[in-house]
C-alpha cells in the first residue's frame, strides 16, 4: 500500500507547499510508491485528530507530522535505500538548512508571493488565508506587502548568496548527489514556482541552475507541477 | 612533531583570527599537538612560496592553506580519531555553514569590531588594515564603519537566528556533540569576541550559551585566549 501524503493544494489542485515538497521530494528520493490527497488549508483538521499543518502522511495505519521528522522517519524505516543526509553529522546540519530556509528564504519570498497566493488558495480559503496572513505581517494588506517587488528582487537575491557559495563548489547541497537539504531549500523555491508567475531568479543565476537540477530529478517530479 | 599552525596575531600576541580558530579548534578535535607561531598580517607572504593568507599549517615539511580544506585533510589522515564531520553529508553541509559563516556572519559582525581589530594589529600592520579595509567598505573610515553599533545590534543579533533555531532542538549544530561546523561558527565569535569589549551577544542568548559550551571544549581551549 502506498504512503499516503495530504498534501495542500490550490484551488485549481496545483500543489504548493514547500513543506509537502519537501517530503513529495524525499519520498521519490526513498523510491517510495506515494498517494497524494489534496486537502486546502481549511480542511487540514479533518486529516485527523490534533493535525494543524500538512504534510501528513498517513503509513501502516498511523498519521505523522512535520516534514523534518517525515524525512528522519524515511531514513530510519528504509536504511538501504538512498540516505537523505549522508549520515548523523548530515542530520544535525540539515537542521541548520531548514532552520536557514524557513527563518531567512520562507519569509524573504513571501512578500514577493503573498497576493499571488491569495488568488490560487480555494475559494473557501481565501479568508482565512487573507486573515492569518494580514495579522501575522502588523496588519498590512497581501496587496501592499506584495507591492514594489520589482525594487526589493536585487536584495532577496543577495540574500541567497550562501546557496551560491556551495553550489560554486558541488552541485548540490548535498555534494555530487542531492540529499534532503535540497529538498528543503527547492521546496521554497518551488512554492515561489507554483504560485507566481513572477522571476525571482535570474536566468543566469547558479541557484536557477542547481533548482533546474532539482525539478529534473526523480523523473521530473518537480517540473510534474507546471509553473504558474 | 607537532603540526606547525601559523596563527594571525595581534600586537600583544593575541590569536583573532575567525579561519585560524576554526583550525585550532579542529586540530584540538582530533586531539593533535600544535605549534602556534604568531604571524601579523604583512608577515603572512613569508611563511611560504604563495601564501597570503592564513591559516596555513605545516606538516611533514608540507604546507596547506584554506580552513576547511586542513580540516577535510585532518579528517583524512586521521579517520580513527572524532570525527570532525560526522560523514559525507556532513561534509557537503558543512559547506553551506562555511558559506553563511563567511558571507552572513562575518561581514555581519565586522562593523561592530573593525576599528576595534585596527587597534590591536601589530604596529606595522595598522597602515595595511586601514588600507585594505578601507577600501573593501567603500572608502568609509574605519571609525565610520563601526559608528552607532549599539543601534545597530538588536539587526545583527535577529541575523543569528538560524542558530538559534537549530540550538533550541540540539546542544551543538553538530547534533548532540560538536563538529567541525560548530568551530566555523564559534571562529566568528572568537574573532569578536578577543578583539573587542563590545558586547555582542546578550547573556540570555541561546548562541551564547552554545558559544560558552564550545569555548570550554578540549579543555577549555577557547577561552584560553582572554577576551578584550
Not at 494543524?52 to 517525515?70: K, L, N, Y
Not at 542530520?91 to 503573498?114: D, H, K, Q, T
Not at 540574500?159 to 529538498?183: M, N
Not at 533546474?212 to 521530473?220: F, P
Request: net charge neutral; proline share 5%.
Amino acid at each position: 500500500m502506498p504512503i499516503v501524503l495530504y498534501d495542500l493544494a490550490g484551488g485549481d489542485g496545483r500543489r504548493f507547499s514547500p513543506y509537502c515538497w519537501r517530503v513529495r521530494l524525499a519520498l521519490a528520493h526513498k523510491g517510495l510508491e506515494v498517494e497524494t490527497r489534496p486537502v486546502c488549508f481549511t480542511e487540514i483538521a479533518a486529516i485527523g485528530p490534533g493535525q494543524t499543518t500538512v504534510p501528513v502522511i498517513e503509513a501502516d495505519g498511523r498519521q505523522m507530522r512535520e516534514s523534518f521528522d517525515i524525512a528522519l522517519h524515511l531514513e530510519e524505516t528504509y536504511p538501504d535505500r538512498p540516505s537523505l543526509f549522508g549520515g548523523e553529522g548530515g542530520v544535525a546540519l540539515s537542521r541548520f538548512v531548514e532552520a536557514w530556509a524557513n527563518g531567512v528564504l520562507n519569509p524573504g519570498l513571501m512578500p514577493f508571493v503573498v497576493a499571488d497566493i491569495h488568488a490560487i488558495v480555494a475559494d473557501k480559503d481565501r479568508g482565512y488565508f487573507r486573515e492569518s496572513r494580514e495579522k501575522r505581517f502588523g496588519g498590512r494588506t497581501l496587496e501592499a506587502l506584495q507591492a514594489g517587488r520589482e525594487e526589493r528582487l536585487d536584495g532577496f537575491r543577495k540574500t541567497l548568496e550562501p546557496l551560491r557559495a556551495v553550489l560554486r563548489r558541488q552541485p548540490f547541497l548535498g555534494g555530487a548527489a542531492p540529499l534532503y537539504a535540497d529538498y528543503i531549500v527547492a521546496g521554497s523555491l518551488q512554492w515561489a514556482r507554483v504560485v507566481s508567475a513572477f522571476r525571482i531568479l535570474a536566468d543566469d543565476d547558479l541557484v536557477a541552475d542547481w533548482f533546474g537540477r532539482v525539478l529534473d530529478l526523480h523523473g521530473g517530479l518537480g517540473r510534474s507541477q507546471r509553473a504558474a
